[in-house]
């Protein structure tokens, strides 16, 4: 397929806006409107974009790893997220902790960002899984 | 072991289950001895009770219930369980060490020797039971014991057909049993038997006590061949003779009596009760010497008259004073005797011959004179002849119709003609087989191997001692039944002779006629046989087109509804999703509005959906159609947007976007016919069905809404997310704390998806295109 | 308001089964697309509407303000959006390897190459030949 021009030059626009966004959307995520669900479809739109505009091999290099693994890893970094509950052998799995050290800047650590991020980079793996699949030429 | 291991009722039931798994692992030639053995350990248990059981006491056994559900179970044996379950094991193991005989060298053997301990240990367990359920267990236990055996020759088209015949109407039955028990357990708050008995009062006020004795009796009808559910059992003879003899006359056919006598003490008084056990056992009788004298096979002939004995003891339970109780129970001891031991015979005949053709068969008494004589005592017992038990059995027989009141001439005359009648036929088992002239068979005949004649033998001369001694069986086991029967104890003596009374006089005539009959019979017999309309309009041919019908029935059923065109699915489900909730709502009275708000702008996000949806409906191309769905996802998004939802409002704009973009590059690649190839027609009832269920929803919603709201919950997630989540993002927060591990369901859902998609695409994609 | 969004909500749905009962699968996707945003809206709806305000709490406060939305309905339907898209292009997938393998995306013709008497593949010939022996032993 051929994309049209204005497609073709505005596609770093298209990939990289979104991506800043996303990430954007899921830092700030847990205090206001955002979290890894959004950011993540905003992030996998943009590389669905480039996918049509410059080709799906295109949008794999930027990628790095195929989605498979993307959605892999998210699943696990998900999954893992919850071990650290049992720290307290009473919490449930899943129970998130949060750490606040004494630092000039707040910096709360804690595993329920953790989680988010796993759901971020599922959320990529998937639609980019799926959009690629589909809009990729036979 | 203790002594009360060997007095407990559960030994024989473990007996009978552990012979079955040996049975299956021992050799084949041992098989039979080894089953056999099981029987008589049982059959020594139970007479090492027997002492035990009087007519005024019972063994009990409760092992097992719930108390919270008021449900306990348990075994007992008293008198009447006590002559069923000497009759089981007794029999069985002569039946079991004929078999082994019979059917020497078939390599299915073993698996008629599992198949017969496991229906012995049913049986046992069923006339055992104290209490309704573990009885209806072991009855249906018996039921699925006769399938598999009277379906032994399973490559045969008949056998199947029979053994499926005897399921069903028993089984059908077995469901009408279970009706019943159930309900007179509610009605009695207990399942136990005893305990029914003994709240006879309060099941008989009880407005449901007449459909659940209407159910029992249904039930007990179908497993005892009452007319109108007579008709499977001649046709269970397809199994082999052993198996006919044990299960389709000693024991089996009989457990539909050993109920209606179990719950006698309940009903004895209800006239319905008597009513139909009279005249569906008169009928029954009738039915059974007619149809007896039509037949020429042997085990035909011999199925008939054991339908007529089961009516006659139906009819006799139905008369129920003392008088017949104790004829009752006679009977049913001698004719196991005597009809078990003709079985054998019958099966020794067809096995030494090649033929059970009772016309092409006679003057077999000089090649085998064993059997001949076996035969004639059974035969003469079965006649009803001095001195054997038969002839005691059938004197109170009499006595207790004669004294039947007003019914007292119907059930004398017809039982003087079915008399009449197993007289010509028992003349017709000995005289004409073993005594009239030598007919040619297709094998030279000559006496059977020892463990073929043990048991007609042992069975014929126990007729005659019995029949020498009558008073030591009652005392040892009729009486005890009786009691069991009546609830009370009954003092009728059993006596070989009564004096010159009219029984008497009724039984010289009865024999009489029957010799009349048997001379005629080769005359009689063909005549009988070709009127037709017996068959024509008998059950059994009301059976088949049932069955038939239902077959049919089923197949149009089949039809209409897996008519297999997605659309018509589709209408079904759309429609019954409309009507349902609907239905329910109108019916109920749940129809209502919301308060109404003040409509503001934003009403404006409602009408772009409503037009968006509506313009992908309605659009001629799939391209606009996917537009106008953009269409109808942004205004949702605008939705969210404008009622408090950033988060859902992004999500929502997102994927549609994606979606649209996706969609319109796959589908512009498709050569699709891009128009709604629906007719007119089609189009005007499709949006009929759809505007229902949109409505539907609609008015549902709307009741919805109606309602008063619980707002806890989100108020809960309101409070507690900042101190419990550390996050102010409510939504969030819910997503990736609260309910992480659901959050996780949904990536781990989606990741499946897009694997699937992909496996999709590489593989089954491709191994579809190519047709392999 | 509410009345006037479930009357909406009604409007959808119909179009949606109107789409659901068309010949060709790719409507019916998109009816497929309208029934789940019909149902995510029901949901939203249940939650009870009304509010602007987001369900985030002010900085500084403790507890979600009285007048904020009901935060449950939104986690509901936020991750039921992302599955309906998972969904829909799953079904778009096998509607063109249906395509692909049938040469047509009308459910009508699909369910004729599947007839078994008409085309015998090797999954149609078991129930064909396992029903006269029904038959035979049931009569």
Redesign the interface.
Known sequence: ?HASLILRVSAPLLLWVPAVVSLY?LVR??????????GG??A??GL??HA?ARGQAAAMQVMRAP??AW??A??LL??CS?LLAWIDPAAG??T?R?WFPDLPVTL?L?T??V??V??YL??I???T???F???AEE | MDVFFFQSLTLPLVVGLAGAAGVALCRPALAARLGALCAVICLAAYVGMAGAVTTAQSLAMPFWGIPSLGVAGGLQLDGLSLVFALLITGIGALVLLYAGRYLQGDPRLPRLMVLLLLFMTSMLGAVTADDVITLFVFWELTSIASFFLVGYDHERLGARKAALQALLVTGGGGLALLAGLVLVSIVAGTTSLSGIIAAREVVLADPLAMPAMLLVVLGCFTKSAQFPFHFWLPNAMAAPTPVSAYLHSATMVKLGIYLLARLNPVYQDVVLWQDLLTWAGLLTAATGALMALRETDLKRVLAWTTVTALGTLTLLIGLAPELSATAAVTFLIVHALYKAALFLIAGIVDHETGTRDATALGGLGRAMPVTAAAAALAAFSMAGLPPFVGFVAKEIVYEAKLAAGGMAGVVASVGFLVNAAQVAIAGLLSWRLFFGPLRPTPTQPHDPPKSMLAGPVLLALLGLLAGAAPSILGTWLVDGAVAAILGRPADVPLKLWHGFTPVLALSVATVALGVLILAGWARLGPRLRRAAPLDRFGPAAAYDRALAGLVAWAEGTTRAVQHGSLRGYMRTLLLVTALAPLGVLVARGGLALPEAAPVDPRALAFLLIAAGAVATALARGLFAAVMAMGLVGFGTAIVFLTFGAPDVALTQFTVEVLLVVILATVLIRLPLRARDARTGRQRASDAAVASMLGLSVALVLLAVLASPFDPRLGDWFGAQSVPGGHGRNVVNVILVDFRALDTLGEIAVLAIAAFSVLALLRGAGRRLRTGT | MEILLAAAIGVLVAAAAYLLLARDLPRALLGFVLLGTAANLSIFAAGRIGTMVPPLVDQGERALAADAANPLPQALVLTAIVIGFGLAAFTLVLIRSAHDAFGTASADEMDEAERPDETPGPAAVAPAAASPSHRREAA
Not at chain 1, 29 to 38: D, M, Q
């Open positions: 397929m959307l995520g847990h205090n206001a409107p955002g979290g890894g669900f959004v479809l905003v996998a739109s669905v974009f049509i989605p498979a959605c892999g998210g699943l998900a999954l919850g799995y899943l998130h949060w709360p804690n329920a960002f989680f988010d796993g759901v599922a959320v793996g998937t639609i899984a799926m959009a699949a589909l809009v």
